[in-house]
């Protein structure tokens, strides 16, 4: 399901979208990646979502412009976007959505609005600093952690108030 409520500022207007893509590009072209046309496409769409999006919309959107109709064409470009920071899978909604910060690796926090499942990128580095601590205190070696926290947006809190 495509969701049109976003908070988060780094993803407000056109601009922004088009400085985000551009981060995208030049951390492609400084790690020697190929964004092919279907994953910039793809990329782009997820900038354009303002908010998460699952694979079967993008690949609904990507057949609708002749990119293909079989979900490997949808599930390999969100998982290299996904692999190379272009992207963050949001467990919860089974989605994905444009990295706010695809200029640099950094460690995010989901913030997913439980009435609208908008989607806000938050930093979080001491956040994984903290679960990277209790970790290893419990002698436990983490792969990956995927931070997300559930409430309300401020348009939603505002529009109940």
């Known amino acids: 399901m495509t969701q049109t409520s976003f908070c988060c500022p780094d993803h407000s207007g056109a601009q922004d979208a088009a400085n985000i893509l551009l981060q995208a590009e030049a951390r492609a072209a400084r790690m020697g990646l190929r964004l092919t046309p279907v994953r910039r496409r793809t990329l782009e769409m997820l900038i354009a979502a303002h908010g998460a999006m699952g694979a079967y919309d993008v690949l609904e959107c990507l057949a609708a412009e002749g990119y293909g109709t079989q979900p490997p064409v949808a599930y ?11 992207a963050h899978r949001i467990r919860r909604l089974n989605a994905f959505t444009a990295c706010a910060h695809p200029a640099h690796d950094h460690t995010a926090a989901f913030l997913i609005c439980a009435t609208c499942d908008s989607v806000t ?5 001491a956040v994984s600093a903290a679960l990277s601590a209790a970790a290893e ?16 947006c401020s348009v939603c809190v505002e529009g109940t108030a």
Not at 121 to 125: I, K, L
Not at 137 to 152: L, P, S
């Open 137 to 152: 205190a419990a002698g436990f070696v983490m792969d990956r952690a995927t931070i997300e926290a559930v409430g309300r």
């Open 121 to 125: 990128e938050a930093p979080a580095g």
């Open 76 to 86: 390999r470009a969100l998982n290299w976007l996904v692999e190379n920071g272009f």
